[in-house]
């Protein structure tokens, strides 16, 4: 008899996420700017119950006007995770697109812009188990609403930003596949 794994639960989902954040993202410096608004409570996390791109889109839309209206010291970034549509890292790259021409849309470029996420993910010219792939891994594809004010102040108090990429691909390649494993992403 095949028993399946159920879904996880959102609330599950949200906690895998947050030990990602704070185990990779924030332990290994990968966002030197990431501590601060986790810290203060300033990420929103959503779940997004799409199960196709033009649900997801609806999703991306909402939580881009939520971002717009909200209050920066209540809500500085948004991670909007959808583990059911874009699976396939090709499609979600190609999604990425259409998510930045509805930031457009809405008249929302310049104000806010859209890092991307997820679990198979791979920079052009990188073989799948590339290490340096591993910046952008996410337990589940995320799209991650970022204010460009908040990017221009930590940018302001980081002054070398531009050698973060370089930096982070050092820090895992130091690390490596198996210190990767080892940072156990999968209990929060």
């Known amino acids: 008899m095949h028993t399946s794994t159920p879904p996880a639960s959102p609330d599950a989902i949200v906690a895998a996420t947050q030990a990602w954040l704070e185990k990779a993202v924030i332990g290994l410096n990968l966002?030197?700017?990431?501590?601060?608004?986790h810290i203060k409570n300033q990420?929103?996390?959503?779940?997004s119950k799409a199960r196709n791109v033009d649900a997801l889109l609806d999703?991306?839309?909402?939580?881009l006007k939520t971002l717009h209206a909200a209050d920066a010291a209540n809500i500085d970034t948004i991670l909007l995770i959808h583990p059911d549509v874009l699976q396939d890292f090709l499609d979600y790259n190609d999604f990425l697109e259409i998510a930045?021409?509805?930031v457009e849309e809405l008249e929302l470029d310049g104000e806010i812009q859209i890092a991307?996420?997820?679990p198979h993910y791979q920079f052009a010219g990188t073989a799948a188990n590339d290490i340096e792939n591993y910046t952008n891994r996410s337990p589940y594809p995320i799209l991650h609403l970022l204010r460009e004010s908040s990017?221009?102040?930590a940018v302001e108090a980081f002054p070398q930003a531009e050698t973060i990429f370089e930096k982070n691909?050092?820090?895992?390649?130091?690390?490596?596949?198996?210190?990767?494993r080892q940072l156990d992403l999968s209990k929060p």
Not at 31 to 37: D, L, N, R, S, Y
Request: proline letters at 3%; aromatic letters at 10%.
């Open 31 to 37: 966002c030197p700017f990431a501590k601060a608004v």
């Open 43 to 47: 990420i929103r996390y959503v779940v």
């Open 59 to 63: 999703d991306l839309e909402a939580e």
């Open 100 to 102: 930045d021409e509805l």
């Open 116 to 118: 991307s996420f997820h």
């Open 151 to 153: 990017i221009e102040r």
């Open 169 to 180: 691909m050092e820090t895992l390649r130091e690390l490596g596949l198996e210190g990767w």
